[in-house]
């Protein structure tokens, strides 16, 4: 079975670091991007950008660039989204998900199920 | 960055009845070399991820009801809902994947009226 399996929900201090992730299985890992999508409570899907887990080459959405980074771990089959200083702002759950095809430009046809991020003080 | 907007907001239909979610890009996300429209449509229940329906704007995804059609072209798209069931009640959003970022429009919740 394809799969995403993403890591557990966090509860965060402004400030503190954070990255969480994405273990894809079922699949060959290396041939299709990986997304993240944020999605703030009661509201819409947000694309935050994706990765290629072959070679790292990340695209980011100009409203997440220099505020997350997306990684991944070719060895491990696992994609990572980090924050270095959460805000309160960052408090959404935020899906991993995988393209459809190899492509660069694809909808995504497999989801993660979801990590929960509170960010409090 | 390509904005989508989706019409309605929100809709209720009878049980069986027709549901119809509009979706307009900013710009057009028909790539003319290979006369394909980049335009997905997703379904989300409230707790789960979304789900993917439809992609190039009319090809349903392994498994999805033949009552969920897409259609349009250009800038103009169309989720069609042909005979709604209780278990359609979700927000449908509609993303463009011509160009990064991969925008979705702004969601229309689908109720039982």
């Known amino acids: 079975e394809v799969q995403l399996v993403q890591s557990g929900a966090e509860v965060k201090k402004p400030g503190e670091s954070l990255k969480i992730s994405c273990k894809g299985s079922?699949?060959?890992?290396?041939?299709?991007?990986i997304g993240w999508v944020r999605q703030m409570p009661g509201k819409g899907l947000e694309w935050m950008g994706i990765?290629?887990?072959?070679?790292?080459?990340?695209r980011y959405s100009p409203s997440f660039q220099g505020q997350v980074t997306i990684s991944a771990d070719k060895s491990i089959s696992t994609a990572y989204l980090q924050w270095s200083s959460l805000k309160a702002s960052d408090t959404a759950m935020y899906y991993c998900a995988r393209h459809l095809s190899a492509d660069i430009v694809d909808p995504f046809d497999i989801w993660g199920q979801g990590t929960m991020i509170t960010v409090s003080s | 960055d390509i904005v989508m907007t989706q019409s309605p907001d929100s809709l209720a239909v009878s049980l069986g009845e027709r549901a119809t979610i509009n979706c307009k890009s900013s710009?057009?996300?028909?790539?003319?070399?290979?006369?394909?429209?980049?335009l997905a449509w997703y379904q989300q229940k409230p707790g789960q991820p979304p789900k993917l329906l439809i992609y190039w704007a009319s090809t349903r995804e392994s498994g999805v009801p033949d009552r969920f059609s897409g259609s349009g072209s250009g800038t103009d798209f169309t989720l069609t809902i042909g005979s709604l069931q209780a278990e359609d009640v979700a927000v449908y959003y509609c993303?463009?994947?011509?160009?990064?970022?991969?925008?979705f429009g702004q969601g229309t919740t689908v109720a039982i009226k």
């Open positions: 990765i290629h887990p072959s070679d790292s080459d990340t």
């Open positions: 710009q057009s996300v028909l790539y003319s070399s290979n006369t394909k429209n980049y």
């Open positions: 993303q463009q994947y011509y160009s990064p970022p991969l925008t």
């Open positions: 079922g699949y060959s890992f290396t041939t299709y991007w």
